[in-house]
């Protein structure tokens, strides 16, 4: 295919014409063998249509060689990589936002994916661009419920009052209302919603507010409810949601046998397990022991032997099952019938229990015996409870040799995010331990990039701790690199520390030190290595190493001046392979201004 910029834009605009028309085969037919990267972009377009993500992310790659600075470019990588690698898709889309603050695609898909992952504060920063660049008002709900969520309920009926105004309706503001304890506001509103669209979801909130404010008037209007809307019959999953609040309020005002029936009702349609538990709970409460017994063992049963079970619902029926035989059992039998119950699920939940009911009980040896089972099962969740365990018996050293096992082994973010949430926030305080600390904070940083924002606040917990202890032995340097690169790694609305946590380190520092030399000053060496490294170009070739002088010497130069210089027409390629070349190298100095009358446009823009 022809390089001549006429010809090039008349290329162009026939694959355009393929493209809109839905002809993708013949768009990546029309496109191969060309160098273009107009046209390769069509073809990596096209080649997405056709649900051939993996060909299309490679040719995305290589135009990202050419072009490392286009936040197009990674922005549509990283919608291709949604479909094989959600990680790598949320990468580029932060690289993409990196290079323009204000690419909506890039913040819309970005914003989507740190929610389906639960990362929420992540989430926050992009949702507030989408707000002020488009201001839509699903974008602006999607932001109050996410600031609700996270614990900021005022920012978010703020945010309704300035949009929306503060005598409006939605599901959002109600519930940041409730959140925020505005009891008496959130009931008005959700009840004048109720009368107005008849949603259930607002019945629901009216009646949430009324028990936070009046739990015996709420019992009442709870009863109406239900019986207004079985006599309409209405079922879903907000009345099944309306039903367990009512519940729940019967327990709080000690009516067990009702609230008893009312969950009996609901467990014939909606096997949930915490409805099981509760069943327990109240069996226990009305002393049916044995009743409760047999729920919880069967709760158990079905929980433990379930491939796809939680392990987080699973601990919770454990630890509710465990603190019922409490109350009539020894911890010597507690122990004993916890391991006859267990033993049969190899599970590291499972074995730990046994672990923790051993250790309950005094018998260490049985204990660290099953924790140890636990570790060899997973080695990530039953290490995290082997190493809580060790950490509790003042064996630190083979507290240590286990972290850095899970550490050294661990792959995955969410595992490693996992352990270092057992290491810093755990109640046995593993970070105490220093080469723990310092293994956890060195893995957390090989992999800060693809951190959520939970575990960027626990990598800069890290350093918060490292600033405190050489803060201690008078190590005022380390002291000042660890609370500048905590406060670097810090993610917006942070969950426990905060910026003034490292200031208040910081001032600490201030007033103790006698002499002090700054840290920041390592930055002017890693700009002279860089600038050696922009200045070493003996990796290009001889024509490319002349097409790259003459651009340095005149800032910018055309296609037709280049083949004047060089004495051929194919400037692109010589162009192409120059930026491939720069690019593998680290470095972008060199860019496409776009074609003008004398054909493709190149300039410098180093300093």
């Known amino acids: 295919m022809t390089e001549d910029p006429a010809a090039t834009a008349k290329n162009l605009s026939v694959g355009m014409e393929l493209f809109n028309a839905g002809k993708y085969a013949e768009v990546i037919s029309f496109a191969s063998g060309t160098s273009d990267p107009a046209l390769l972009l069509l073809a990596a377009r096209s080649y997405t249509e056709t649900g051939q993500y993996d060909t299309a992310g490679s040719l995305l790659k290589d135009l990202i060689r050419l072009i ?52 929420l504060r992540g989430a926050i ?22 600031l609700t969520r996270v614990g ?43 009368n107005a669209v008849k949603d259930t979801v607002y019945l629901r909130q009216s009646l949430d507010s009324l028990s936070a404010l009046d739990p015996a008037g709420a019992e009442r209007a709870y009863r109406s409810a239900l019986d207004s809307l079985e006599e309409a019959c209405v079922e879903d999953e907000t009345v099944s949601q ?76 454990i630890s509710k099952f465990t603190a019922f035989l409490s109350t009539v059992r020894s911890k010597e039998e507690v122990a004993g019938i916890i391991s006859i119950i267990l033993s049969p699920y190899p599970t590291p939940v499972c074995l730990a229990w046994i672990g923790k009911a051993y ?92 951190l959520s ?71 002017q060496v890693e700009e002279e290595e860089t600038e050696v490294k922009s200045s070493d170009h003996s990796f290009l070739d001889e024509r490319e190493s002349t097409v790259f002088s003459f651009l340095k010497e005149h800032r910018e130069a055309t296609e037709m001046d280049l083949r004047a210089v060089l004495e051929t027409r194919r400037v692109a390629g010589i162009v192409n392979s120059m930026l491939a070349k720069l690019a593998e190298h680290g470095i972008s100095l060199i860019e496409k201004r776009g074609v003008g009358e004398r054909g493709e446009v190149y300039g410098y823009v180093g300093t």
Request: charged share 30%; with cysteine; hydrophobic share 40%.
């Open 242 to 317: 309306i039903r367990f609040s009512y519940i729940l309020l019967e327990k709080l005002l000690g009516n067990y046998t009702s609230a008893r029936y009312e969950l009996g009702e609901l467990l014939k349609t909606a096997n949930d397990p915490v409805y099981g538990l509760l069943f327990a709970e109240l069996e226990a409460r009305l002393g049916n022991g044995d009743a409760a017994n047999s729920v919880y063992r069967e709760l158990i049963t079905r929980l433990c032997s379930a491939d796809d079970a939680d392990p987080l619902l699973q601990e919770l029926v």
């Open 453 to 523: 924002s939970n575990g960027r606040e626990m990598i800069s917990a890290g350093y918060l701790y490292s600033a405190v202890d050489s803060l201690e032995r008078q190590d005022y340097e380390t002291c000042k690199w660890c609370c500048l690169a905590g406060i670097d790694v810090l993610p917006c609305y942070p969950a426990r520390i905060r910026v003034e946590d490292f200031m208040d380190v910081l001032s600490r520092l201030k007033g103790r030190v006698l002499a002090e030399r700054p840290v920041i000053v390592e930055t």
């Open 125 to 146: 920063p992009s949702l507030r661009a989408l707000v002020r660049l488009e201001n839509r008002p699903e974008d602006i709900r999607t932001l109050m419920k996410t």
């Open 68 to 119: 490392p600075a286009s936040s197009y470019l990674h922005s549509y990588l990283g919608i291709v990589l949604e479909h094989s690698d959600m990680d790598a898709a949320a990468e580029e889309h932060a690289t993409a936002l990196i290079l323009d603050p204000e690419n909506k695609t890039a913040l819309r898909h970005y914003s989507a994916l740190l929610l389906a992952k639960e990362d």
């Open 359 to 450: 250790e309950e009980a005094g018998s260490l040896s049985q204990a660290r015996d099953w924790y140890y089972r636990a570790y060899r099962a997973d080695f990530i969740r039953g290490g995290i409870a082997y190493a809580g365990f060790l950490k509790r018996s003042g064996d630190e050293r083979e507290c240590e040799t286990t972290i850095r096992y899970m550490v050294t082994n661990a792959v995955k973010i969410q595992d490693i995010e996992t352990i270092a949430d057992a290491v810093f926030n755990g109640g046995e305080e593993i970070y105490t331990i220093a080469k723990a600390k310092d293994m956890i904070i060195k893995k957390l940083g090989s992999v800060t990039d693809r």
């Open 152 to 194: 900021e309920p005022s920012e978010a009926i703020a945010l309704h009052i300035q949009n929306f105004g503060g005598d409006t309706f939605s599901h959002e503001y109600i519930d940041a209302l409730y959140a925020e304890k505005e009891y008496q506001k959130a009931m008005q509103l959700s009840l004048r919603a109720w």
